[in-house]
């Protein structure tokens, strides 16, 4: 079965850190260009980060840069988001997308920053 899955989130403090996962199964992720993209309540879906599939370039939305890591691991077939100094503002749900011939989403994962 083609499918992402998430994992990783949870409820953090301020200034914490979460390393969230992105697995792929069905397929192999090493082909693919890889996204991060979150929805806070009430908000638009936005992009937070991308990787590339060959040379590893990567790209940061500008709330996030500084802070948060991408990286990719094509042996485990999995997609990291490491996310350091966590904001309030970080709050949504975050999911890996990639466009295989159609737009493949994973079902998201929960990330609540609050004290």
């Known amino acids: 079965q083609v499918q992402l899955v998430e994992s990783g989130g949870g409820l953090v403090q301020p200034g914490g850190s979460l390393r969230l996962s992105c697995a792929a199964s069905?397929?192999?992720?090493?082909?693919?260009?890889i996204g991060w993209f979150r929805q806070a309540p009430g908000k638009e879906r936005e992009g937070v980060s991308c990787?590339?599939?060959?040379?590893?370039?990567?790209y940061y939305a500008d709330s996030v840069k500084g802070r948060f890591t991408i990286s990719r691991d094509n042996t485990n077939n999995t997609i990291y988001l490491q996310m350091n100094s966590l904001k309030p503002e970080d709050t949504a749900v975050y999911y890996c997308?990639?466009?295989?011939?159609?737009?493949?989403w994973g079902q998201g994962t929960q990330v609540t920053v609050s004290s």
């Open positions: 069905g397929f192999s992720l090493a082909y693919y260009a």
């Open positions: 990787i590339a599939s060959s040379e590893g370039s990567t």
């Open positions: 997308y990639l466009r295989r011939g159609y737009d493949l």
